[in-house]
């Protein structure tokens, strides 16, 4: 389980995350929601380690993350970043390597190129996977990055705003192979997202913040109604049934 606690980021003057105490259990997809500039990206990356914190803890499995080495806890949780930029030309196959860098620290075995493969085939990147990154769509390199995540092989995977960048088909096919790490891989997979029919469809919790603070937490069917949504987004907001799935329409 995830546990922060009281976690808080101030740059200078400003209150980024302001006391979010929250529980990821483990297991299924949880999904981070909210206005631009919430601060959602930054919890994420204040659970990763990625970004110190102000004020607060995290608690990964027992584990403070602020005294777990490096190399302990990158074997418990990954992170793709919301932006992702490599400056070395790098093939497909070489940036999914980096994903056992924790594991080997560079020397790779063939179990090892067991889970590059097997990355590189669950992410649907055999016929690309010689290609250099700057030689692929955005969707593929999306693709690509996540794979590497994948083949770190953690219980936790943290991903901030994974569909950026990428068209409809590629989305569902990403929030489709989410949903599955989570439940035939039995990964706790916890995800920024945008779109919030996304976050209805695919995810089995949802965390809302609004202006650093969390505004509500619960499952699809607490959060997806028009009331909290009307009010986290300060927009109206209309929610239908269509196929057993709750669609949010915000379009006036």
Known sequence: MITTHGLSKKYQDVLVVDGVSVEIYK????????????GKSTLLSMISRLTPMSAGSVIIDGLDVTRTPSS???KRLSILRQHNESTLRLSVRDLVAFGRFPHTSGRLTAEDQEHINDAIHYLGLEEYQHRHLDELSGGQRQRAYVAMVMCQDTDYVLLDEPLNNIDMQHAVGMMQLLR??????????VVVLHDINFASCYADHIISMRRGQLAYQGTPEEIICSDVLTELYAIPMQVHEINGQRICIYFR
Request: avoid cysteine.
């Open 72 to 74: 302990e806890l990158a």
């Open 180 to 189: 599955r790490a989570a439940d035939d891989k039995g990964k706790t997979v």
């Open 27 to 38: 297991g299924g997809l949880t999904a981070i929601i909210g206005p631009n500039g919430a």
